[in-house]
């Protein structure tokens, strides 16, 4: 089977890639190896897919203790977010005061801050969400 045709043209790093399950259907993020339901069913079907980047609040937390590299962004949002049509992740909400985050709040995912993670720090995001334009 060959590589599909946007996995070729398109920079992932600008996108959210998934996997989806040959054998269940079952779409994960970050992308998997093996499906968690199917295990051994499901090698050599797993299939890489585009994300939607426009995801709903399910929940969130303020982090106030950041590590160290968060200095200059604390407080801010963690969120559960529920991306369109496949399932839900968990990353920083930017671009809002944490105050302004909200359950149900649409959000649309960024890629701007790829790139200025700290050797040392244990979190590391490739990708934020920040309210979506119909949001603000
Ligand atoms: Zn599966």
């Known amino acids: 089977m060959g590589i599909p ?10 996108n959210l890639i998934g996997t989806k ?21 499901s090698i050599g079907k797993m299939e890489r897919i585009h994300l939607s980047s426009q995801g709903t609040v399910v929940s969130y937390s303020i982090v106030h203790d950041a590590p160290h590299s968060f200095k ?15 399932c839900r992740l ?3 909400i930017i671009d809002c005061d944490p105050s302004e985050v909200k359950i149900g ?13 700290e050797k040392d720090d244990v ?7 920040r309210p979506a334009r119909s949001e603000r």
């Open 5 to 14: 045709r946007f996995w070729r043209e398109t920079p992932s790093r600008y």
């Open 21 to 41: 399950c040959g054998n269940c259907g079952m779409i994960h993020f970050p992308p998997r190896v093996v499906c968690p339901s199917c295990h051994r069913k």
């Open 72 to 86: 200059m962004q604390k407080p801010y949002a963690i969120a559960m977010i529920e991306l369109e049509g496949c």
């Open 90 to 92: 968990t990353a920083p």
């Open 105 to 117: 709040m649409k959000v649309e995912a960024t890629f701007r801050k790829l790139g200025e993670q």
């Open 123 to 129: 979190i590391h995001y490739g990708y934020k969400f």
